[in-house]
């Protein structure tokens, strides 16, 4: 099968609905997009960022890669964030990764799956970073959640260490950047109590986190 009609048939079926239900809404939408966030997630098929966040075309930016990272030397999510800072005037820039995520088990267990490997060496960094306090974690799930927000928290500070949202900052541009994590077993967003409005709030937030991380799923010392 060369065309994928069926992909065609529920396209058509899609859009004559929105036509219905809501008259010159794709045009109204092909004059501009002024969406007011910036959603950097999982390339993972499973978490579409607009379907679960429960909006519409042009609502969302969106950048997705494998595990959600953001890396200095990426300049397609770097320019990804230089536009929906700078263009689009977006307010709040949200990354958000999920739990069971593929490519986080794929950095913790190191089966060595090729090119992406290479890749996956920044989720290992995270790994490297708290191994001592992951490997007290027996429950091999209950490990894989932990590492799976500690990697959101290591990219929402990736993120606020970019120079765009420096400039932003400094300039006194009104810019946030979220954690959150998105379950697949029951549809649920949750916010990690992570939120950067400033330059200020890196180091405190980073310390913040990681000890809440642990704590809530009581890995912390006595």
């Excluded at 809501?22 to 959603?39: I, M, S, T």
């Excluded at 300049?75 to 230089?82: A, G, K, R």
């Amino acid at each position: 099968m060369r065309t994928l009609e069926e992909i065609f048939v529920r396209n058509r079926r899609w859009a004559d609905g929105i036509r219905r239900q809501q008259p010159g809404f794709f045009e109204r939408l092909a004059r501009r997009q002024k969406p007011q966030y910036l959603w950097i997630g999982c390339s993972d098929s499973r978490v579409p960022a607009t379907m679960l966040c429960g909006l519409e075309p042009g609502e969302v930016f969106v950048h997705r890669n494998v595990a959600n990272l953001v890396v200095h030397t990426d300049f397609n999510c770097l320019s990804v964030i230089q536009y929906a800072v700078e263009v689009l005037g977006v307010k709040h820039i949200i990354v958000c990764g999920h739990y069971g995520c593929g490519g986080v088990q794929a950095a913790l267990d190191d089966p060595g799956l090729g090119l992406i490997d290479n890749w996956l060496r920044h989720i290992q960094d995270v790994v490297n970073q708290h191994r001592d306090m992951l490997a007290r974690i027996s429950d091999r799930k209950e490990r894989l959640d932990v590492l799976c927000e500690l990697n959101v928290l290591a990219q929402v500070l990736s993120v606020a260490r970019t120079t765009v949202v420096k400039n932003a900052w400094d300039s006194g541009r009104e810019l946030s950047v979220h954690g959150w994590i998105y379950g697949l077993e029951d549809g649920r967003l949750v916010d990690m109590d992570l939120c950067l409005t400033g330059p200020d709030e890196i180091s405190p937030a980073q310390e913040r986190s990681t000890a809440g991380i642990f704590a809530r799923r009581k890995m912390m010392d006595p």
